[in-house]
C-alpha cells in the first residue's frame, strides 16, 4: 500500500509540474500587463514537441540522445524522495538529502556533457557556465540542508520535516537564514531571473537553454519537462520543509485531500513570489552571479552557526 | 568670423599642389581631384579633423567615378575623381579613415575599382554568389545575374585569429535563435570577457543600387522606401529629395511639414521599440511589454492618417502621398498628450529600477574620440560627446523654422543610447506639436519634372538612426543611371567591434541593440 502510494505521489509530481510552470507563466503575463496563455499551455507544448521529429547532429554520440532520458529518470527518482503531501514514504525513508543532491548532479553532469558533446560554441559555452553556477549553489544548498538535518538530527528528509511538525511553530533564527538561502539557490538552479532567463532568445546570454539549444522534438520535451518537475521539487522543498504545515502523517483520504489542498495553496503563493521578482528585476550579470551565491552560502553558514550557538546549546 | 573649414581644406589643398576643379550639386561643392591624390586628399581633411561620411563610386561610359563625401560643422565637401576604365585604380583612403574600410571592399566588390594600398583584402559584400571577375554594378552584368543552383558556402573568411591559453572562439549567426536580420559575429574571448569581435555582414545584400537602375522616379522611391524596413520614411525622403534636387522640383511647404511630421513619427515610433528590446535583452521584460503596447498604439493611427501603418510609400517623388486634415491633426496632438503622460510613468519606472541600472550603465562604452575616428552617427554618436544633428546642422525643409532640441550625452555606455533616444522622443514630441499645430495650408504635391540628362542629386536626411546620404543621377528620359544610398549603419556597424571590447560575452546582446545597426540598409 505504501509503495503505491508513493508511486501516485511520483506521478503526482510528474503530471502537476508543467502546471505550476503555466501559473508562473499566467502571473508573469498578468504584472506585466500581457495577456496570459492558458494555465494548459505546457502541456500543449510538450504534447506539441513529443510530435515533432527529433533532428539530431551527425556529429552527436549516443551521449546526446541518452541524455534527455536520463535528466528525465534522474528528477523522476528525485521526485520520489521527496515528501509532497505525506511524509510516511518508504521512499523517502530509502534515501536521504545528500541523494536528493546527487540525483540533481546526476542530471546536471549528464546535461553538461551532452552541451559539450555536440561541439558547437553554445553547449560548450552553456555548459560551462552551468557548472560554475552550479558548483557555487550545491555547497550552499547543502549549507542550507545541513542547517534543517542539524536541528532534527536526520538527513531524512520525511523525519526532518516530521520534527518541524512536531516542534511546532517555533521561530528559529537559523531556519530563517536556511530558508533564504534556499531561496536564492532554488532561483539559481531552476535558471530563473536574476541568474538566468528561461525565456530568452539571445544565445549567448543563455546558460542552461545554451546547453540544450540542440535538442528538438520528444528530446527537448523530456528536458523541458525534467526541469518544471525541477521547479516544482525546489518549491516543495521550500515549502514542506519550512512550512510544513498541513502535510498528512498518515493514509487517511481525509488528511490526504487537505494535504493537496494545501500544498496547492502553498506552491501557488510561492509562484506568485517567483512571478513578482522575475518581474521587477532584470538578470544581473554573469559575474556577479558568484556574488549572489556566495551571498546564498553566507546565509546558510549564519544559518548553521546560528543553530549551534542559539538553539543546539538548550 | 572665422573661416569655414571648407575655405581652409581648399587652401591646404592648393598648398599641396592637390589641383581641384570646383564644381556643385545644388549646395554642396564638388571638388575633382587628381586619382592619384586622392589619398593626400584625405589626409589634409583628417588633419582639419573632417568626418568620412561616405563613399560610392559609378561606371560612366569608358571610365569610374569615385566620389567621396567629407563633412565637419555641417559643411558638406564632394571629392571626386575619375579613374580611367583600363588602369581601374587609385590608393585608398581607408588608410587615414577607418570608416572608408568597408565602403571601398563594396565598391571593390561589385564595380572591381581597385584600392591599392586598402589594408583589407577581404571581400565584404561578395559571398561567392557571383564568380570571381565579375563585377554585379557594372553595366555589362545583367540584371537578373548569373544565379547559380545552389551558391557555394561562404567559407574561409579570414577572420582575425587569436591564440593563447584559454582563447576561444565564438562563431554567431548568421542565422540567430531570435528572428531578427541575418549577420555573424565571430567572437575570442577568455573566459567570459570579449578579445576581438569581428562583424561579417552582407547577408541581406538584394543589389538595391543595380535594382535602381532604368528605374522612374515613383519607382525609386517605393525601392529606397524598402532599403530597411524601419526607416522607410527617411530613406525615402533622401532619395526623393534627391530626385527633386536634380530636376529642380521644389516641393509645397505642406509637403515638406508633412514628410517632417512622418519622418518624426517614425523616429518615436522606433525609439519606442527599441528603449524596451535594450530592457528585454538585459531580461526586464515588464519594460518591453510597456514600450511594445506603446510602440503600437503609436503605429496604428497611421494607417489611417498616412495610408500605411509604416507609413511605407507615403514620401513620393514631388510631395506625399496623402493630406490630413484638421481632425486628424487635433487627434494627434491629443496622442501626443497621452504619449507624454504614459512616458511620464513608465520612464521613472525604469529609471528607478537598480537591477537594470547595473546592467545598464558602464556597459558597452564608446569613448568620444572612437567615436570620432569612426564618424559614428545618429544616437551612438549623440550618447558619446558626438554633437552633430543634420536638421540642425544642415537644416533643410521643415527644420529650417522650427526649434530643435539638441540631445547629447557623454558617458557612451548603454545607458547614455538610452537616454538619448528618451530625449529624442521628448524631442520630436516638442517638433511635432510645432509642426501639426503650424501647418501651412498648400498643396501637397508638386508636378515632377524631367531632369536634364546627367543631372546629379544628393541629400542628406537625418533618419531616426542618423544623418542618412542619398546619391542619384539621371540619365535620358526621367531614368535614374546611379543611385547610391548610405545608411547610418554604415558608419555605426564598425564602432560595434569596438563597443564590446572588455565586455562580458552576455553583455554582448545589449550592446549590440543599443547600437541596433540595420543590417538590411548597410548590406544594399
Redesign the interface.
Known amino acids: 500500500m505504501n509503495w503505491i502510494f508513493a508511486f501516485i505521489q511520483t506521478l503526482l509530481f510528474i503530471v502537476l509540474a508543467p502546471l505550476l510552470v503555466g501559473w508562473v507563466k499566467w502571473w508573469?503575463c498578468r504584472?506585466?500587463?500581457?495577456k496570459a496563455p492558458s494555465l494548459l499551455q505546457p502541456y500543449r507544448d510538450l504534447l506539441k514537441l513529443t510530435h515533432k521529429q527529433p533532428v539530431v547532429s551527425h556529429t552527436a554520440s549516443w551521449l546526446f540522445i541518452a541524455t534527455p532520458y536520463i535528466v528525465f529518470s534522474a528528477m523522476i527518482l528525485a521526485a520520489s524522495v521527496v515528501p509532497l503531501i505525506s511524509i510516511d514514504l518508504p521512499t523517502a525513508a530509502s534515501a536521504d538529502v545528500i541523494v536528493l543532491v546527487g540525483f540533481f548532479a546526476i542530471a546536471r553532469f549528464f546535461q553538461a556533457l551532452a552541451g559539450m558533446d555536440v561541439g558547437t560554441?553554445?553547449g560548450g559555452?552553456g555548459a560551462s557556465r552551468e557548472m560554475t553556477v552550479s558548483t557555487l549553489a550545491e555547497p550552499a544548498m547543502l549549507m542550507a540542508i545541513f542547517t534543517l538535518t542539524m536541528a532534527a538530527s536526520s538527513t531524512n528528509l520525511a523525519s526532518a520535516i516530521g520534527y518541524v511538525l512536531d516542534q511546532g511553530m517555533v521561530l528559529r533564527p537559523s531556519f530563517v537564514f536556511a530558508l533564504f538561502a534556499m531561496i536564492l539557490v532554488a532561483i539559481a538552479e531552476t535558471g530563473r531571473?536574476?541568474v538566468d532567463?528561461p525565456?530568452?532568445?539571445?544565445?549567448?546570454?543563455m546558460i542552461h537553454e545554451a546547453m540544450i539549444?540542440e535538442y528538438s522534438g520528444r528530446h527537448l520535451a523530456l528536458i523541458e519537462w525534467a526541469s518544471a518537475i525541477k521547479l516544482m521539487l525546489y518549491g516543495v522543498l521550500i515549502s514542506n520543509i519550512f512550512f510544513p504545515w498541513g502535510i498528512a502523517v498518515d493514509f487517511a483520504p481525509s488528511a490526504l485531500g487537505t494535504a493537496l489542498l494545501w500544498l496547492l495553496l502553498k506552491l501557488a503563493v510561492l509562484a506568485v513570489f517567483l512571478a513578482i521578482t522575475e518581474?521587477?528585476?532584470?538578470?544581473?550579470?554573469?559575474?556577479?552571479v558568484q556574488e549572489f551565491l556566495s551571498f546564498a552560502y553566507l546565509l546558510g553558514l549564519l544559518g548553521l552557526l546560528s543553530h549551534i550557538i542559539l538553539e543546539a546549546s538548550r | 568670423m572665422s573661416q569655414s573649414w571648407r575655405d581652409m581644406y581648399s587652401q591646404l589643398l592648393s598648398s599641396n599642389q592637390i589641383s581641384h576643379t570646383s564644381s556643385s550639386i545644388q549646395d554642396t561643392p564638388l571638388w575633382q581631384i587628381e586619382s592619384s591624390q586622392w589619398q593626400r586628399a584625405a589626409e589634409l581633411a583628417k588633419e582639419l579633423s573632417a568626418r568620412w561620411v561616405a563613399g560610392w563610386a559609378e561606371q560612366l561610359e569608358d571610365s569610374f567615378n569615385v566620389n567621396a563625401l567629407l563633412e565637419k560643422d555641417g559643411d558638406y565637401v564632394l571629392l571626386r575623381t575619375t579613374v580611367a576604365e583600363q588602369h581601374l585604380q587609385l590608393p585608398s583612403q581607408s588608410t587615414i579613415y577607418a570608416a572608408a574600410n568597408r565602403s571601398e571592399r563594396h565598391t571593390r566588390d561589385l564595380l572591381g575599382v581597385h584600392f591599392t594600398d586598402c589594408p583589407d583584402h577581404r571581400p565584404w559584400l561578395k559571398h561567392q554568389a557571383w564568380q570571381k571577375h565579375e563585377y554585379p554594378l557594372r553595366k555589362d552584368f545583367p540584371l537578373s545575374g548569373q544565379p547559380q543552383d545552389i551558391t557555394p558556402p561562404d567559407m574561409d573568411y579570414a577572420f582575425v585569429k587569436a591564440r593563447g591559453h584559454g582563447v576561444?572562439?565564438?562563431?554567431?549567426g548568421p542565422v540567430?535563435?531570435?528572428?531578427i536580420e541575418p549577420g555573424h559575429f565571430r567572437f575570442q574571448a577568455v573566459g567570459?570577457t570579449i578579445l576581438n569581435l569581428e562583424e561579417h555582414l552582407g547577408y541581406v545584400h538584394k543589389g538595391i543600387e543595380k535594382l535602381a537602375v532604368q528605374r522612374s522616379p515613383e519607382k525609386l522611391a517605393r525601392l529606397a522606401a524598402r532599403i530597411s524596413g524601419d526607416s522607410t520614411v527617411a530613406h525615402a525622403w533622401a532619395a526623393c529629395q534627391a530626385m527633386e534636387q536634380a530636376a529642380s522640383v521644389d516641393i509645397p511647404s505642406r509637403a515638406a511639414w508633412l514628410r517632417g511630421i512622418a519622418c518624426e513619427r517614425e523616429r518615436i515610433a522606433n525609439h519606442l521599440g527599441d528603449i524596451g528590446a535594450i530592457?528585454n535583452?538585459?531580461?526586464?521584460?515588464?519594460a518591453q511589454?510597456?514600450f511594445s503596447?506603446l510602440r503600437e498604439q503609436w503605429l496604428r493611427p497611421q494607417l489611417q492618417d498616412f495610408g500605411h501603418r509604416l507609413m511605407m510609400d507615403y514620401i513620393v517623388p514631388g510631395g506625399v502621398s496623402h493630406d490630413i486634415n484638421q481632425d486628424a491633426c487635433e487627434r494627434q496632438l491629443q496622442a501626443l498628450k497621452t504619449l507624454r503622460q504614459e512616458l511620464d510613468d513608465i520612464v521613472p519606472a525604469i529609471d528607478m529600477?537598480s537591477?537594470?541600472e547595473?546592467?545598464l550603465y558602464t556597459a558597452g562604452y564608446l569613448s568620444p574620440q572612437t567615436a570620432q575616428d569612426f564618424g559614428v552617427v545618429g544616437y551612438v554618436g549623440r550618447a558619446s560627446s558626438q554633437d552633430f544633428d543634420v536638421r540642425r546642422d544642415k537644416p533643410y525643409a521643415p527644420y529650417h523654422t522650427l526649434q530643435i532640441d539638441a540631445v547629447l550625452e557623454e558617458q557612451g555606455d548603454v545607458a547614455s543610447r538610452v537616454w538619448v533616444r528618451v530625449k529624442e522622443i521628448f524631442a520630436s514630441i516638442k517638433l511635432l506639436q510645432q509642426m501639426l499645430s503650424q501647418l501651412p495650408d498648400g498643396d501637397i504635391k508638386a508636378d515632377w519634372k524631367t531632369p536634364q540628362a546627367n543631372a546629379e542629386g544628393l541629400a542628406m536626411i537625418d533618419g531616426w538612426r542618423g544623418e542618412i546620404i542619398s546619391y542619384v543621377r539621371f540619365d535620358e528620359d526621367n531614368r535614374i543611371s546611379r543611385f547610391y544610398a548610405r545608411d547610418p549603419s554604415c558608419v555605426n556597424w564598425p564602432a560595434l567591434e569596438k563597443i564590446v571590447l572588455n565586455n562580458?560575452?552576455?553583455?554582448?546582446?545589449v550592446c549590440n541593440k543599443s547600437l541596433n545597426g540595420s543590417y538590411s540598409g548597410h548590406d544594399l
Open positions: 508573469k504584472l506585466q500587463n500581457r560554441a553554445f559555452m531571473i536574476p532567463n525565456a530568452t532568445h539571445l544565445e549567448l546570454t539549444l518581474t521587477a528585476l532584470a538578470k544581473m550579470r554573469l559575474f556577479r | 576561444y572562439e565564438i562563431p554567431v540567430h535563435a531570435g528572428i567570459e530592457c535583452d538585459v531580461g526586464f521584460a515588464f511589454m510597456q503596447r529600477n537591477s537594470l547595473d546592467r562580458i560575452v552576455p553583455d554582448f546582446p
